[in-house]
């Protein structure tokens, strides 16, 4: 039995967007016996533009709130590496460390299904109540500036007469996303474009030699941007582009093109393509970096996940960060209301150590990847990277170590780490 929304009840929090960092607070919460009403615009299951890889950080979140094996029931595709394409084409692959627990680094599937698992565990949750086609456009504070409450559209109640509905929570957790509306209400700055990604992606059927790796192309004609070859099972893959939205505007030509270019023209990728099949639209949103540092909480609110501008900056991976800042938020709710008993919404103060989560555990690799994202702008030492990578283990054995820890990517910046990519041995 689903929860009724009720307006005359003080929710311990209200959830705003029911994505990964949403539906990870909700859950997290619901299982401390914390009431919640969580509330999405969509009617699920939803369409969600992504690349559609899940991470090894995605899959830890995802175990721990006992969703792996409604994921695994899907078709999806098995992820052990990447394969780096340079600008003068040289190819180099290497691969991730296996997941915690298991026997791949990570997975590929539509979202679509991926937030269907976690919105279907949400609204059987007996302390959720889950609304969809609910769109939040206001927020409530109260005669002390504190934010108590929201305001939205209530898509549901009748599809010709849909009706304005106030709910009320000790905290509101905006997790609606990159265009977030609770973060434009709290007057809080978009991420610039020098900060954002535009990114597009299509599904494709039939593309020769897809294997159990990511792909990533730094080409001609894309540069400074990228393309990626996700393959998500059953013969399908997720094809893309990610550029940074100030380059983007720099350029005279719809990013479409730019993919379809690459797709029907550039060498080694367009005879893989002969044959296949593209299947629904390119679809196009954007992708809010973490090395934009936003403000992701106060007084009686918090921002996670892409609201928060959260996502990895080099990789433009952001579930993770989404699932693990949806826990963080949770957690700090949670402790918040027990030294807080009652029904005030909950101060600035004491929702401050979800900032300082945030800044401890996802900021560092947040900083490092930001340094990787610039580096790969360079043609000239990606050609040298990807190209030394390819012949010499010592190098590729640094590339592996510092996609996997923060103090090799630290290294970026040191004239000797450039040396010792030059010297022969
Ligand atoms: C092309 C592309 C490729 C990407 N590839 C990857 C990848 O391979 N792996 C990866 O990990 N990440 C990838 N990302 C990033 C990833 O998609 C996001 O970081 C992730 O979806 C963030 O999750 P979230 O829960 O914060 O927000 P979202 O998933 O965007 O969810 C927000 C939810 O809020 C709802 N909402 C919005 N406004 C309102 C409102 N006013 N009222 C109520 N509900 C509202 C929406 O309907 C939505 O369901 C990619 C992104 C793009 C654009």
Same mark, same amino acid.
């Given at each position: 039995?689903?929860?009724?929304?009720?307006?005359?009840?003080?929710?311990?929090?209200?959830?705003?967007?029911?994505?990964?960092a949403g539906c990870s607070c909700a859950l997290f919460l619901a299982r401390a016996n914390r009431t919640v009403l969580i509330a999405d615009k969509a009617l699920f299951p939803r369409?969600?533009?992504?690349?559609?890889?899940?991470s090894g950080k995605s899959i830890g979140v995802l175990r721990e709130l006992g969703l792996l094996g409604e994921i695994e029931k899907n078709t999806h595709g098995v992820i052990n590496g990447t394969k780096f394409v340079s600008p003068n084409g040289k190819e180099v692959t290497v691969p991730f460390p296996k997941a915690t627990g298991m026997d791949c680094a990570g997975y590929t599937l539509p979202r679509k299904q991926t937030d269907l698992a976690l919105f279907d565990a949400v609204r059987h949750e007996p302390h959720i109540t889950a609304m969809q086609k609910f769109a939040v456009e206001e927020i409530i504070k109260d005669d002390r500036g504190r934010v108590c409450g929201i305001i939205g559209t209530d898509g549901m109640s009748s599809e010709n007469t849909p009706e304005k509905k106030t709910f009320h929570a000790r905290a509101i957790v905006g997790t609606d996303g990159s265009g977030s509306v609770v973060s434009r209400k709290l007057g809080l700055p978009s991420p610039t474009p020098e900060h954002t990604y535009m990114a597009i992606r299509g599904y494709w059927r039939g593309i020769k030699e897809l294997t159990d790796n990511i792909e990533l192309f730094f080409i001609d004609g894309v540069l400074p941007g990228y393309v990626w070859i996700f393959p998500i099972g059953g013969g399908a893959a997720n094809v893309g582009l990610g550029i940074l939205l100030s380059d983007m505007k720099k350029r005279n030509e719809h990013p479409n093109r730019i993919l379809m270019n690459v797709v029907n023209s550039y060498p080694s990728i367009s005879r893989r393509f002969a044959g296949a099949v593209m299947?629904?639209? +390119? $679809?196009?949103?954007?992708?809010?970096?973490?090395?934009?540092? *936003?403000?992701?909480?106060?007084?009686?609110?918090?921002?996670?996940?892409d609201a928060a501008s959260l996502v990895d900056p080099f990789s433009g991976e952001g579930v993770g960060n989404a699932l693990v800042s949806g826990k963080y938020a949770a957690q700090t709710i949670q402790d918040a209301i027990a030294a807080t008993p009652g029904s005030?919404?909950?101060?600035?103060?004491?929702?401050?150590?979800?900032?300082?989560?945030?800044?401890?555990?996802?900021?560092?690799?947040?900083?490092?990847?930001?340094?990787?994202?610039?580096?790969?702008?360079?043609?000239?030492?990606?050609?040298?990277? +990807? $190209?030394?990578?390819?012949?010499?283990?010592?190098?590729?054995? *640094?590339?592996?170590?510092m996609l996997a820890s923060d103090e090799e990517k630290k290294k970026v910046e040191s004239p000797w780490f450039y040396l010792d990519v030059l010297l022969p041995w």
């Open positions: 039995m689903e929860n009724m929304p009720s307006e005359e009840i003080i929710y311990d929090a209200i959830v705003v967007g029911a994505g990964p369409e969600k533009v992504c690349g559609d890889a899940v299947e629904g639209q +390119i $679809g196009a949103w954007t992708i809010p970096n973490g090395s934009f540092r *936003k403000q992701n909480s106060g007084e009686g609110w918090l921002l996670s996940g005030e919404p909950l101060s600035a103060e004491s929702l401050m150590p979800y900032t300082k989560m945030v800044d401890d555990y996802l900021r560092p690799e947040m900083e490092q990847s930001y340094k990787l994202q610039q580096l790969s702008r360079h043609k000239f030492l990606l050609n040298l990277l +990807i $190209g030394k990578a390819a012949t010499k283990p010592k190098v590729r054995q *640094k590339i592996i170590d």
